[in-house]
T-cell receptor, first 111, second 111 residues
Framework: NAGVTQTPKFRVLKTGQSMTLLCAQDMNHEYMYWYRQDPGMGLRLIHY???????AKGEVPDGYNVSRLKKQNFLLGLESAAPSQTSVYFCASTEGSYGYTFGSGTRLTVV | GDSVTQMEGPVTLSEEAFLTINCTYT??????LFWYVQYPGEGLQLLLK?????DKGSNKGFEATYRKETTSFHLEKGSVQVSDSAVYFCALASGTYKYIFGTGTRLKVLA
């Protein structure tokens, strides 16, 4: 099925380790986003991209980096994981004002 | 800046009860409005949308009407089922490609 695919689905990291979350979409969408979801805080935008080769900061970008080398992929990196980055991460994409398509999420625990 | 406010949860109802989840917004212009639903362990799915004033979005028995005069987009369903138990998010399209989400309202339906 067409949509947004996130890998991995679950991950446990030790403090200080690094990792990359991959988001892939097959809908040829220009815009892609990374959010984190924490209890009681809804969705918070980490970084987003308005096209291949572009990235921009959202409201909570510290501790994360992103890259959009190919239109279909949007990578989220944690260089040195901290317990505060324990969260569920969602990727989304859209072509405009028609609504987002979300991935199924990555549950990350940093111990 | 643009913002979305939705009622605090959780909302607990008996099966076949009437549901209303309130959502109000602040925005410049006339943004598109959305309701998303998140079932346990899953990503957000678009439930319904409305793109201009007085539009009514509907899907799966849920409805919401875009009220410009009260800046509201309340979600309603005439008869809820246990399978409707989920978290519901109100959102608006802020510009072409950025969306603002409410904090979510958890609905629990008891048999």
């Amino acid at each position: 099925n067409a949509g947004v695919t996130q890998t991995p689905k679950f991950r446990v990291l030790k403090t200080g380790q690094s990792m990359t979350l991959l988001c892939a979409q097959d809908m040829n969408h220009e815009y892609m986003y990374w959010y984190r979801q924490d209890p009681g805080m809804g969705l918070r935008l980490i970084h987003y991209s308005v096209g291949e080769g572009t990235t921009a900061k959202g409201e909570v970008p510290d501790g994360y980096n992103v890259s959009r080398l190919k239109k279909q992929n949007f990578l989220l990196g944690l260089e040195s994981a901290a317990p505060s980055q324990t969260s569920v991460y969602f990727c989304a994409s859209t072509e405009g004002s028609y609504g987002y398509t979300f991935g199924s999420g990555t549950r990350l625990t940093v111990v | 800046g643009d913002s979305v406010t939705q009622m605090e949860g959780p909302v607990t109802l008996s099966e076949e009860a009437f549901l209303t989840i309130n959502c109000t917004y602040t925005a410049t212009g006339y943004p598109s409005l959305f309701w998303y639903v998140q079932y346990p362990g899953e990503g957000l799915q678009l439930l319904l949308k409305a793109t201009k004033a007085d539009d009514k979005g509907s899907n799966k028995g849920f409805e919401a009407t875009y009220r410009k005069e009260t800046t509201s987009f309340h979600l309603e369903k005439g008869s809820v089922q246990v399978s409707d138990s989920a978290v519901y998010f109100c959102a608006l399209a802020s510009g072409t490609y950025k969306y603002i989400f409410g904090t979510g309202t958890r609905l629990k339906v008891l048999a």
